[in-house]
């Protein structure tokens, strides 16, 4: 997005920006009635260019249900709003059709219109009510449903637009505000993008189903047919329902909650209940002497915090995550504060771009905890902070980056002096069982990396 115009000539889009996203605005004269000003909101431009045009689309609609056209439309109307389009660089395929829905519209009214307008970076015709529009607009009929008491025409909704619109606003709910003191994790949220973008949105896209009104039951029973796994249909469910109630409690959406007609997936039933195999009190000596001894010949601290797990019991993330001043070596005792994640980045579009690690909240409320700390591990952990103190000191890196040790740093540290991620754990625990021919088996939380 290059251009934001705050103000414009008549019929043409302003946009103006507000700290919680941005109002697309257009002055639209229909018939013997004034210039009445309709305007849209977006969290994006984009957004907010599409939410004017469905606003324009619903009065042009609802005025012709009036009476309230008497004359032709002037054809300059379709041409600022082209104009406008094309100066604020948001010809994308979405706004393409939003736009050539309402000329459409627009040449049903003015039906002896026959002029052609082109696009900078497409082709549009403006044409009689006869014609079509290839390649942009599809045959989706207005809406006939009212609401009985306003006659107000329902708003359709585009899906694809809509539902990158609602992923965001879960993004927006990771952070703390003074509104949203108890921020979501991230993780919950980057769990959606994959259902939504790889099997949804192509699904709709496949079937050509461009609004949310489209969607039917069966629709959706034949995507969750085809999806392999009960986690799979799970979470796609999930995230339906999440879209509908998104769709009700913001956009006055009055169609039907087609999920609710869609029976959940149901788990199946397991086969037999498997056997777990752990580390046995009588093996877990010989797995720690063969850790410890690792850790030192390898110098990796990976090798140390699998100590920690099979010693203290914790999630990866929890081990993964500490630093020096949460462990009170006179009181014996670590604190479990916080947990260090991977993220993805998103663009404007919701493509992911890349990744970042910080921490973030533990699962549950009840990890927030304080745990003993095991003596063997204590004596280990003592040994190891002399060590990490001589590393910061003789370390070229961390003396061009002007980083010195402190006790704030994380306790485990690979060797580009970042901390571990819980996944980061898999493979040198496989190499290590590989290479001392110990058994696949685990013990309490050390099975989420063991068994991947």
């Keep these: 997005m290059k251009k934001i115009k705050e103000r414009t000539g008549i019929y043409e889009i302003s946009i103006k920006e507000r700290d919680d996203g941005y109002v697309a ?7 013997n009635e004034r210039n009445p000003r ?3 909101f977006g969290v994006s431009v984009e957004l907010a260019v599409q939410n004017l045009l469905y606003k324009l689309e619903e009065k042009l609609e609802d005025s012709l249900q009036k009476g309230l056209i008497t004359n032709r439309i002037n054809k300059i109307v379709s041409q600022k709003l082209i104009k406008s389009i094309n100066d604020l660089e948001v ?8 736009v050539s829905n309402l000329i459409n519209k627009i040449n049903i009214v003015n039906s002896k219109i026959t002029d052609v307008l082109t696009l900078q970076n497409g082709v549009i015709p403006y044409c009689n009510q006869t014609e079509n529009i290839p390649n942009l607009v599809l045959n989706i009929p207005i809406s006939n449903n009212t609401d009985t008491n306003s006659n107000r025409i329902e708003e359709k909704i585009l899906f694809e637009a809509f539902a990158k619109e609602w992923f ?4 927006s709910l990771c952070k703390e505000t003074p509104d949203n003191p108890s921020p979501l994790s991230q993780k919950t949220i980057d769990g959606y993008h994959r259902p939504l973008f790889k099997k949804i949105i192509p699904y709709m896209e496949k079937n050509k189903i ?7 039951k069966e629709l959706i029973e034949d995507l969750l047919k085809q999806l392999n796994g009960y986690d ?3 979470i796609v469910y999930i995230v339906f329902s999440m879209l509908y109630q998104y769709a009700i409690n913001n956009k006055d959406y009055k169609g039907e909650n087609t999920i609710l007609k869609v029976p959940k997936p149901k788990k199946p039933p397991k086969k037999g209940k498997k056997k777990k195999v752990i580390v046995k009190r009588a093996n877990e000596e010989k797995w720690l002497d063969l850790l410890e001894e690792e850790y030192y010949i390898e110098k990796r601290d990976c090798f140390l915090i699998l100590c920690g797990l099979l010693l203290e019991g914790t999630r990866p993330e929890e081990m993964t995550s500490i630093s020096w001043e949460d462990i009170d070596f006179n009181a ?4 479990l504060k916080e947990a260090y994640k991977s993220f993805s980045v998103y663009d404007d579009d919701c493509n992911i771009i890349g990744t970042e690690q910080r921490l973030d909240k533990l699962k549950t409320d009840s990890s927030y905890r304080t745990i003993t700390l095991h003596p063997r591990f204590k004596k280990m952990l003592l040994k190891h902070k002399e060590e990490q103190k001589e590393r910061f000191k003789n370390s070229i890196r961390m003396k061009r980056k002007k980083k010195y040790w402190s006790e704030k740093e994380f306790v485990f540290l690979s060797r580009t002096y970042t901390p571990y991620l819980s996944t980061s754990l898999a493979k040198p625990l496989r190499q290590f069982r590989k290479k001392h021919n110990l058994r ?4 309490i939380r050390i099975k989420n990396i063991i068994c991947n």
């Design 25 to 31: 605005r257009m002055s639209f004269k229909l018939g």
């Design 38 to 40: 309709v305007e849209g």
């Design 91 to 98: 010809t994308m395929p979405e706004i393409m059709q939003c």
């Design 168 to 171: 965001k606003f879960k993004l």
């Design 210 to 216: 461009v609004y949310l009104q489209q969607i039917t």
């Design 232 to 234: 799979n249909k799970r």
């Design 332 to 335: 014996d005792t670590i604190r």
């Design 440 to 443: 696949k088996c685990s013990s």
